[in-house]
């Protein structure tokens, strides 16, 4: 059962709000999210076989892996989302432990994060790739709308090392932005023919 902000307070916790709730602007997040979605069946469609096996700029992985990486940024979102609901109700110090911790595990979440794409863009293949993106970017925008203003400001305390687009403290809004930021500095990596 989930537990209200006003709970929290009431039990000692400390709800964590960063910003004024009311000025968030979904409407433009839905805009990046469906520009996102757009860009990508773009990349996806347009890419010959060849393309996809190419080598992407400063990364190791080839373009499909890389088009899979990108993806996988928005799948994250929920289970992102999760944590910083639980840990965006507990006393600040928890949130900020647990991102002391996955800091420390930067190294090993490197490895992971490099082999992820690697296996997973040659077994989910690009018609599959295509249909997940659909699929979360529908979810993200059912659950921003159905997001309760209060919420979108609760925060938590990430692992900054973990992806450069990670802040010291992130919202619930900060996360419905991330994984645009993230596909928008990767989609410049990616040597497809029809993006150049």
């Known amino acids: 059962m ?41 990349l996806l469609d ?21 088009l899979f990486h990108m993806l996988f940024g928005y799948i994250l979102i929920r289970p992102l989302l999760a944590l910083l609901r639980v840990f965006g109700r507990l006393p600040t110090g928890a949130s900020r432990a647990f991102a002391r911790i996955l800091n420390a595990a930067t190294k090993p979440f490197d490895v992971v994060n490099y082999l992820g794409p690697v296996g997973a863009a040659g077994i989910i293949g690009r018609r599959r790739m295509g249909a997940t993106f659909d699929h979360m970017i529908a979810w993200l925008h059912r659950r921003l709308d159905a997001e309760r203003e209060a919420d979108l400001a609760l925060a938590m305390d990430y692992p900054t090392r973990w992806d450069p687009f990670f802040q010291d403290v992130m919202t619930i809004t900060d996360l419905y932005r991330y994984p645009t930021q993230h596909f928008d500095f990767h989609h410049r990596q990616l040597t497809l023919t029809e993006d150049r």
């Open 46 to 66: 347009g890419a010959t076989d060849a393309d996809l096996r190419r080598r992407t700029e400063g990364t190791r992985w080839t373009n499909e892996q890389l």
């Open 2 to 42: 989930a537990v209200t902000m006003e709970e929290a307070a009431a039990a000692g916790g400390q709800v964590r709000l960063v910003q004024d709730a009311t000025s968030v602007d979904r409407q433009a997040i839905h805009e990046e999210l469906e520009r996102a979605r757009t860009t990508f069946h773009r």
